[in-house]
């Protein structure tokens, strides 16, 4: 069964501790992508990777970091220095760059207090 | 500044009517625009995909439209259903591997 997952589906965490975000494709897609969504606004790119052990910044990278060591898995660490963390986050894939079409895991809600 | 926008924001229309939502974009150089289908707290899943070229695209009772002169796209429901109901995001994709996300129309079918 084909597919892009994220796990877990809700997490709390409190306000200082660090959080990883779990991203798993078995489509054999080279890209990867994470994107941070908010209520009344466009989906965000926090960061992506065109191969293993390469990795750019989006457009909100700050308070964020990943890793890309396996083609399989590109985790996602929320870390304290991010000022504003609750929100939905999902995880794309694609064959190649941005221009190919992106599939999306089902997101992940993560919400600091 | 490379912009999608979206119009309605949201919208509730009666179970077997149809329905339009619009998508206007700024961004250029164009390389191609989707139309994401996003239920309640999940993914987003493509409906479509189209380049400068293509002017409609269907995917069954989705029709998109893309009038690349005037940079606007247009999304067509037919004889919707309750399982329409969610939020329909237009993406227009940047040549040079960027894609701009618009905000979304929230759709609401109501039986």
């Known amino acids: 069964d084909g597919g892009i997952t994220q796990s877990p589906k809700y997490l709390f965490r409190k306000e200082g501790q660090n959080v990883t975000l779990s991203c798993e494709q078995n489509?054999?897609?080279?890209?990867m992508y994470w994107y941070r969504q908010d209520p009344g606004q466009g989906l965000r790119l926090i960061y992506y990777?065109?191969?293993?052990?390469?990795?750019q910044k989006g457009d909100i990278a700050e308070g964020y970091s990943v890793s890309r060591e396996k083609k399989e898995s590109f985790p996602l660490t929320v870390t304290s220095a991010q000022k504003n963390p609750t929100a939905f986050y999902l995880c794309?894939?694609?064959?190649?760059?941005?221009?190919?079409?992106?599939?999306f895991g089902p997101g992940t809600r993560l919400t600091v207090t | 500044k490379n912009q999608v926008e979206q119009s309605p924001q949201s919208l509730i229309i009666l179970e077997g009517k149809n329905c339009t939502l619009q998508c206007n974009y700024t961004v250029s150089p164009f390389s191609n625009l989707r139309w994401y289908k996003q239920d309640t707290g999940r993914g987003p899943v493509s409906l479509t995909i189209?380049?400068?070229?293509?002017n409609t695209k269907s995917n069954g009772r989705y029709t998109a439209t893309l009038d690349a002169d005037t940079k606007q796209s247009s999304l067509h429901i037919t004889a919707s259903q309750l399982s329409d109901s969610a939020s329909y995001i237009c993406?227009?994709?940047?040549?040079?591997?960027?894609?701009?996300f618009g905000a979304g129309t929230i759709l609401r079918v109501k039986s």
């Open positions: 990777s065109q191969i293993v052990n390469d990795f």
């Open positions: 993406v227009v994709s940047q040549y040079g591997n960027k894609l701009v």
């Open positions: 189209m380049t400068f070229s293509e």
């Open positions: 794309a894939s694609s064959i190649g760059g941005q221009y190919y079409e992106q599939y």
């Open positions: 489509l054999n897609h080279d890209a």
